[in-house]
C-alpha cells in the first residue's frame, strides 16, 4: 500500500546537493530507457513514440534547467565566502612589518642618492671614493631590504591566490558538470528526433517544434550556469586584487633602485676618474724626477771623464819637462 500511494520523484523537489549527485546517474538510467524505446518506436515509423520519448528527455533538461536557476542565481552567497577569505589573509598578514620595510627602503634609497650626488660633487679622489662606498653600501641594504618586502607580497599573493582558488575551483566544476550535463541532454534530444525530418511533413513539424524546446531548455540552463561562473570567477579576482591594493605600499620600488643605481654607478665612475688622474699626475712627477738625476749624472760623468783627461794630458807634460832637464844637465 505504501508503494501504490508513493507520489513520483522530480528533480526540482529533491535538495540541491541531492539533486547534482543523482543528476548524472538519472540521466544515464533515462538514456538507457528511452533509447531502448525509441530504436522500437523508429523501427516501426512510431512518430508519436518518438514524440514522447523525445518530450521526455526535453522535460529532463527543462528540469535541470529549474535546478539550475535555484542552485546559480543567488551568487553573493558564495562572494561572501570569497570575501571571507580576503579578509581572513588581510588579518594574517604582518602589515607593521612590511610598512617597517617599505619605510627602510626609502630611507636607504634617500641616503644612498644623496651620497652619490656628494661624492659626484667633488673632485678629491680620496673624498669622492669615500662617499661612493657608502653609496654603494646603502645600495647593496636598499637591494636587501626589497628583496624581503618583494617576498612578504609574493607571499600573500599566493597563499590567497591557493585559499581563493581551492574554494572557488569545486564550484567551478559543479557548474560545469550542469552544463555538460544538460549539453549531453540536448543531444540526446536531437539525436531522437532525427528520424522525423525524413517521415513526412507532419513528422517534420513536429521535429521542429522538438528542436525549439530543446534549444530553449539548454539556452536556460547555459545562461544561469554562465552568469553565475562568470561572476564567481571576476568576484575571486576582485577579492585578491582588493586585497593586496589595500595592504602593499604604493611604492614603485624598481623605478627606485634603478634611479639610484644610476646615481651610484655614476659616483663609482667618477671616484675612478679622480683617482687615476692623480695617479697619472704622481707618476708624471716621478718620471720627471728620474729625468733629471739622469742629466745630472750624465753631466758629472762627462765632467769626470774631462777632468781625467786634462789631468792625464798634464802628468804627461810634467814628465816629458823633467826629461828634458835631465839632459841639459847631464
Not at 118 to 144: G, P
Not at 162 to 178: M, N, Q, R, S
Amino acid at each position: 500500500s505504501f508503494c501504490r500511494g508513493r507520489q513520483p520523484v522530480h528533480l526540482s523537489t529533491l535538495p540541491h546537493g541531492l539533486a547534482a549527485l543523482n543528476s548524472a546517474a538519472m540521466v544515464f538510467r533515462l538514456a538507457l530507457f528511452l533509447g531502448l524505446a525509441f530504436i522500437v518506436s523508429a523501427s516501426h515509423k512510431d512518430i508519436e513514440g518518438v514524440v514522447n520519448s523525445t518530450a521526455q528527455v526535453i522535460d529532463t533538461l527543462q528540469e535541470k534547467g529549474a535546478i539550475a536557476e535555484k542552485r546559480f542565481t543567488n551568487f553573493s552567497k558564495f562572494d561572501r565566502q570569497l570575501d571571507k577569505i580576503g579578509h581572513e589573509a588581510e588579518a594574517d598578514f604582518d602589515a607593521h612589518s612590511y610598512s617597517g620595510k617599505t619605510k627602510v627602503f626609502a630611507e636607504l634609497a634617500q641616503h644612498a642618492s644623496k651620497k652619490a650626488r656628494e661624492s659626484t660633487a667633488t673632485t678629491n679622489a680620496s673624498i669622492a671614493e669615500e662617499l661612493s662606498d657608502e653609496a654603494e653600501a646603502a645600495l647593496q641594504n636598499m637591494t636587501r631590504v626589497g628583496s624581503e618586502i618583494d617576498a612578504m607580497e609574493q607571499g600573500l599573493h599566493d597563499e590567497l591566490q591557493d585559499a581563493l582558488a581551492a574554494k572557488l575551483d569545486p564550484e567551478l566544476a559543479i557548474a560545469d558538470k550542469f552544463s555538460h550535463e544538460a549539453s549531453h541532454l540536448q543531444k540526446m534530444a536531437h539525436s531522437m528526433m532525427d528520424p522525423l525530418y525524413s517521415w513526412g511533413d507532419a513528422a517534420e513539424d513536429k521535429a521542429d517544434k522538438l528542436n525549439d524546446d530543446t534549444n530553449d531548455a539548454l539556452s536556460a540552463v547555459d545562461k544561469v550556469v554562465r552568469t553565475y561562473r562568470r561572476d564567481i570567477t571576476r568576484h575571486s579576482r576582485d577579492v585578491q586584487r582588493d586585497v593586496e591594493h589595500k595592504l602593499f605600499a604604493d611604492q614603485d620600488r624598481t623605478a627606485m633602485w634603478r634611479k639610484v643605481n644610476r646615481q651610484v654607478r655614476a659616483a663609482t665612475w667618477h671616484a675612478l676618474q679622480l683617482q687615476q688622474l692623480e695617479n697619472s699626475s704622481v707618476l708624471s712627477l716621478q718620471l720627471g724626477s728620474v729625468g733629471g738625476l739622469a742629466v745630472l749624472a750624465t753631466t758629472s760623468a762627462a765632467a769626470a771623464a774631462v777632468g781625467a783627461l786634462i789631468a792625464g794630458f798634464a802628468a804627461t807634460m810634467r814628465n816629458t819637462r823633467r826629461s828634458d832637464y835631465q839632459l841639459l844637465f847631464a
